[in-house]
């Protein structure tokens, strides 16, 4: 399935996919990498996979996608959660990176939206919410219809995997850079100064980060000067940004181009067009996506939205529309 489409993308191209502190990986190194085990899973298990950027991850998580399995990604930085995400995704099979680890007995598998994906024959993703309004849910997607967005062809870049593997800002990332031909680095720490090091050696075009991380940006010294001049673009969301920031930002790097990212893991990640390259304005548009507006509050439809969640009531009003909560300034 995901294959197929990734073949004829990187047809007679030798250039390198993923680099990082394991050298430079080819995307035919990680379609033809063995993975412990793999034969073991069937199409429409659920799958927990602990991973990161790297070419062991990577290479799992394209192959139980291509197996038609339903993928939980995590990562080793929310161990203490695992043993919640493993129940509430009911997870059949647990891999580390690209071996399995453990297979779970007498799991109830009987659940209706993993069926709907299983009927179709459709891989599947699942995300938990951040829970801070209470316990992660968890976010069931329909994989084929989840790809959808990343048809229509893109810049090629390259890109640092600053968001993890677990967040939907990093699987957008992962999935952006294969589908475009571009280029993913691994960062096995994620501290300022190091970013900025692999961002000079790799030659990195696209730097994704959180407000908070360009917050810390701002307080290197002399900033202008050291910064990489290859990074042509800088995407932030996830949280929200200041405007003060912002304009400091845009000052101190006046040939960096600053887009802002909006979206959810019910929804995925929209596509936007910012006001300036200074501003918090943006027009939230795209193919397949609906807006209107009620008392102030932004609602939002769309045609590649999650299933459901698989341990809370639906999000949706019976018309499919989903409440932001976010407040609109026009």
Request: charged share 20%; glycine share 6%.
């Amino acid at each position: 399935m995901i294959f197929d489409r990734l073949d004829e993308i990187w047809s007679n191209d030798t250039r390198p996919f993923l680099v990082g502190s394991n050298g430079n990986i080819k995307y035919s190194e990680i379609k033809n990498k063995k993975i412990t085990d793999i034969a073991k899973i069937k199409c429409g298990d659920v799958v927990a996979l602990v991973g990161d950027f790297n070419e062991n991850s990577i290479a799992t998580f394209l192959q139980l996608i291509e197996k038609k399995c339903i993928v939980v990604p995590l990562t080793k930085e929310t161990v203490k959660q695992h043993s919640y995400f493993l129940s509430e995704s009911h997870a059949q099979h647990l891999f580390y990176e690209d071996k399995l680890i453990e297979s779970y007995k007498n799991i109830n598998t009987d659940y209706p939206l993993i069926n709907e994906l299983r009927q179709a024959e459709h891989p599947g993703l699942i995300l938990f919410t951040s829970g801070s309004t209470g316990k992660p849910k968890a976010i069931l997607h329909d994989f084929t219809a989840f790809i959808s967005r990343y048809t229509t062809p893109r810049a090629s870049l390259k890109s640092l995997s600053f968001l993890l593997f677990d967040h939907i800002g990093g699987i957008n990332t992962l999935l952006h850079m294969l589908f475009n031909k571009g280029l993913i680095c691994n960062i096995p720490e994620r501290s300022v100064s190091n970013m900025l090091n692999i961002c000079t050696k790799y030659e990195i075009e696209l730097l994704p980060a959180t407000p908070t991380f360009l917050r810390m940006l701002l307080l290197l010294p002399d900033l202008e000067s050291i910064f990489p001049s290859s990074v042509k673009i800088i995407s932030y969301g996830t949280e929200r940004m200041d405007q003060p920031t912002l304009t400091k930002l845009t000052k101190t790097l006046p040939n960096v181009d600053f887009r802002q990212t909006y979206g959810m893991s019910e929804l995925g990640i929209l596509r936007i067009k910012s006001l300036a390259r200074d501003s918090l304005y943006m027009k939230i548009g795209g193919e397949g996506i609906e807006t209107k507006i009620i008392d102030n509050i932004l609602y939002i439809k769309a045609a590649n939205r999650m299933l459901g969640y698989l341990n809370a009531s639906s999000p949706f009003d019976h018309d499919g529309w989903y409440c932001t909560k976010d407040i609109v300034e026009i």
